[in-house]
């Protein structure tokens, strides 16, 4: 049987592409050899969010005293977090397999190998198509330090997809997924060191988010070492020992496990037949902007392009611009602005350019920032400190980015995305009417922090 379009990978890029491919009229196969969802649903977003949720639920209830509350005997069950976590996985896998088989995607199961245009071998048989995308991702990775191979070395796959639970966890690496898992732990009372390579953790996000999140994290008790590298890990007699230094200064900790958030590599081994060269860089695909590899009729998208944003909500819109215009329509959504969004408490959001950017790129810049604590929702919740800081243009006032730091931030960070992809100005998020109380109200206050005419902020 031959097909319009191949698509191997079935995470959020390729089954997304899989079933817009068929929306648009494209007669599809997608080739998975695992669990249907990809890293994110399987060992990822979604499994971590869910344990996440629930950690947060109990920390709720340690301290519901504020809200004139009484609990007795509070404690978590982290098997049976684990166990609802999985049926989280389990429901919106189900859900997609669904997705796959209303909009009429063939489903084979299975390893790919691409054996040139058009030609992909799944065991013994040999598909035929017009088109071939590949969305196969990628895994974590681990750099070459002694040690790592060892036993109670773990990565973020590991911790997902068991059930144990680590009263003192080390973690190589301060980005998304290491805070977020520092964060998890912190909540459910385990001790937990982060060592960070860089002079602060999430260094690719705004300073002053990474600030305020260093000054939250060490408040609860998590220590951070930054400027940190790690030297070796050995087996002691009371667990891990990870060796490190700090400015030319040896130090060591002992963990009961060492989870390694540290990148993550493309799925690319095994991916092509030896006569197939997609000219690899690391690992990696390179591509055009039409998402095209350097063989004709082979595509690739999301974690495993070179230079791209592993994000999944990347990786689906790039799978829905790819097989767009695969079958000869205008790419729909636009791939310039990406909020990205980092699960700790408060949560934190990002999106379009920093000050720091723009400054570097020659724009005229102004800044805003609106204390998130006089908002009606966040003290009904008493949600704490927190903040929106926008980022606009100087002269026009047009949107260039945002930063929150806050309640629901992973949630508000839309309307700041959709307001930079239209080219809207501070005047035009806060003409918007906005429900009272909530949360989005914030927006609204953020914007006219930038008019100098918030209502529920000294103006400054």
């Known amino acids: 049987m031959s097909w319009d379009l191949i698509v191997i990978g079935g995470g959020p890029g390729g089954y997304t592409a899989a079933i817009r491919a068929a929306q648009l009229g494209l007669h599809t196969a997608l080739v998975e050899r695992d669990a249907m969802g990809g890293t994110c649903l399987n060992r990822g977003c979604i499994p971590t969010k869910a344990l996440i949720h629930a950690a947060e639920r109990y920390e709720e209830l340690l301290t519901c005293d504020t809200f004139g509350l009484r609990t007795e005997g509070v404690s978590?069950?982290?098997?049976?977090?684990?166990?609802?976590?999985?049926?989280?996985?389990?429901?919106?896998?189900?859900?997609?397999?669904?997705?796959?088989?209303?909009?009429?995607?063939?489903?084979?199961?299975?390893?790919?190998?691409i054996l040139g245009p058009g030609r992909v071998r799944v065991g013994e048989e040999v598909l035929e198509g017009t088109h071939i995308l590949v969305a196969v991702g990628a895994r974590p990775a681990l750099p070459p330090v002694p040690g790592l191979d060892g036993p109670g070395v773990?990565?973020?796959?590991?911790?997902?997809?068991?059930?144990?639970?680590y009263p003192k966890l080390?973690?190589?690496?301060?980005?998304?997924?290491?805070?977020?898992?520092?964060?998890?732990?912190?909540?459910?009372?385990?001790?937990?060191t982060v060592l960070e390579a860089m002079d602060r953790v999430l260094p690719t996000l705004d300073r002053e988010l990474s600030q305020s999140l260093s000054m939250l994290m060490k408040k609860r008790g998590v220590k951070l070492c930054t400027g940190a590298r790690l030297e070796r890990v050995e087996r002691g007699p009371d667990g891990l020992v990870c060796t490190y230094t700090v400015k030319e200064k040896t130090e060591c900790i002992t963990a009961d496990a060492l989870l390694?958030?540290?990148?993550?590599?493309?799925?690319?081994?095994?991916?092509?037949?030896?006569?197939?060269?997609?000219?690899?860089?690391?690992?990696?695909?390179?591509?055009?902007?039409?998402?095209?590899?350097?063989?004709?009729?082979?595509?690739?998208?999301?974690?495993?392009?070179?230079?791209?944003?592993?994000?999944?909500?990347?990786?689906?819109?790039?799978?829905?611009?790819?097989?767009s215009m695969l079958a000869g329509k205008e790419p729909p959504m636009d791939l310039s602005v990406v909020p990205s969004c980092v699960y700790v408490r408060p949560e934190m959001a990002a999106v379009g350019r920093t000050e720091a950017q723009c400054k570097e790129a020659g724009i005229p810049v102004k800044t805003a920032?609106?204390?998130?604590?006089?908002?009606?929702?966040?003290?009904?919740?008493?949600?704490?400190?927190?903040?929106?800081?926008?980022?606009?243009?100087?002269?026009?006032?047009?949107?260039?980015?945002?930063?929150?730091?806050?309640?629901?931030?992973?949630?508000?960070?839309?309307?700041?995305?959709?307001?930079?992809?239209?080219?809207?100005?501070?005047?035009?998020?806060?003409?918007?009417?906005?429900?009272?109380?909530?949360?989005?109200?914030?927006?609204g206050e953020a914007a006219e922090a930038g008019l100098g005419l918030s209502i529920h902020q000294l103006n400054r």
């Open 76 to 113: 978590f069950d982290y098997p049976a977090m684990c166990e609802r976590r999985d049926q989280v996985v389990g429901q919106l896998r189900d859900g997609v397999e669904r997705l796959l088989k209303g909009n009429k995607v063939e489903r084979i199961t299975g390893t790919a190998c």
């Open 154 to 165: 773990l990565t973020s796959d590991d911790l997902l997809t068991g059930a144990r639970f």
């Open 170 to 192: 080390a973690i190589l690496g301060g980005g998304v997924i290491g805070m977020e898992f520092a964060g998890l732990y912190r909540t459910l009372g385990a001790e937990v």
């Open 260 to 323: 390694v958030a540290a990148g993550r590599r493309a799925n690319t081994e095994g991916l092509c037949a030896p006569e197939v060269d997609l000219g690899l860089d690391r690992g990696a695909i390179p591509v055009d902007d039409r998402f095209q590899t350097c063989v004709p009729g082979i595509y690739a998208i999301g974690d495993v392009v070179k230079g791209g944003i592993q994000l999944a909500h990347v990786a689906a819109a790039q799978g829905i611009n790819a097989v």
């Open 369 to 443: 920032k609106y204390l998130t604590g006089s908002n009606s929702r966040s003290v009904i919740a008493d949600a704490g400190r927190g903040f929106i800081k926008v980022v606009y243009h100087g002269e026009t006032g047009m949107v260039l980015g945002a930063q929150l730091l806050c309640e629901r931030a992973t949630d508000l960070v839309g309307a700041f995305a959709s307001a930079i992809s239209r080219g809207e100005n501070l005047e035009d998020m806060a003409r918007v009417i906005r429900a009272h109380p909530t949360f989005a109200e914030a927006v």
